[in-house]
């Protein structure tokens, strides 16, 4: 996701600029996991956006301190670093609340009442996107955001709690599902595995599945989205085979 970017150059520049002594915030844990994240890739550079994930699990955002750190870790410059870290929207430049709500206001799911579901979770918690109500990572605090098509057309309109679908919502179903989460609930979401939150996301983001049984846990397929594959399939519809003899171009040489 790459939309709303605000981010300015200042901003930046102090993000780079408020690191400090960073062993009490990453310790040794933390920078066991960042070795092993490294030793994923042939270049350690390479390893810079779980890097920036991993980050975001221990503090919520990416402050002054985990540019620093990635920027040690992965010998780059904070700029690099930044660089990277402030493209996405996935890295947060303020600290999250313990859920992140991102709520879909792209074409299919606005139409389909998208605005309206935006609309009313701003009314309830009182904030705007990428604001916090509550105290970031307490239990209940939420931040809002919304978010460009998540992938999920067909059971638009959809939101996502730290990642996890919550398909074909209404207003009403999306502020009693806000409201159970501010209570300290975990609604199940329609697909995928159980509810965490949003540091428990970014680990996994960051490539670490602690209870892998349960992080692959629950329905996944869904009727809608298979429904193309299966006509193909009764009507005996294929895709035209490769021809043998396409030239492909050389593969860039390895550095
Ligand atoms: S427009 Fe909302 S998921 Fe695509």
């Known amino acids: 996701m790459t ?22 915030v990453f310790g040794e844990d933390v920078r066991a996991d960042a070795t092993q994240i490294i030793g994923r890739y042939p270049e350690s550079r390479s390893a810079l956006l779980p890097m920036l994930h991993l980050v975001q699990s221990v503090q919520g955002y990416v402050s002054a301190e985990g540019i620093q750190f990635c920027a040690e870790q992965l010998a780059l410059s904070t700029a690099e670093v930044s660089a990277v870290a402030t493209f996405y929207t996935m890295y947060k430049r303020k600290p999250c609340g313990q859920h992140l709500v991102s709520v879909c206001t792209n074409t299919m799911c606005a139409t389909l009442g998208g605005d309206a579901i935006y609309r009313k979770l701003g009314e309830h918690l009182g904030v705007g996107h990428d604001e916090t109500a509550g105290t970031p990572g307490e239990e209940g605090s939420i931040t809002l955001e919304h978010a460009e098509c998540l992938a999920a057309c067909d059971f638009a309109p959809v939101l996502q709690v730290n990642y996890e679908y919550y398909d074909n919502q209404s207003p009403e179903q999306a502020l009693e599902l806000v409201k159970a989460l501010q209570r300290g609930e975990k609604p199940a979401p329609t697909r995928g595995p159980a509810l965490s939150d949003f540091r428990g996301a970014e680990r996994q983001l960051a490539g670490f599945f602690d209870d892998l049984e349960s992080t692959v846990a629950g329905p996944s397929a869904a009727v809608e989205t298979v429904r193309g594959a299966q006509l193909a399939h009764e009507r005996g519809w294929i895709a035209p085979s490769m021809p043998d003899d396409v030239e492909l171009p050389p593969l860039p040489e390895k550095k």
């Open 3 to 24: 939309e709303q970017f605000e981010f300015t150059t200042t901003e930046a520049t102090k993000l780079t600029a408020e690191a400090g002594d960073l062993s009490g």
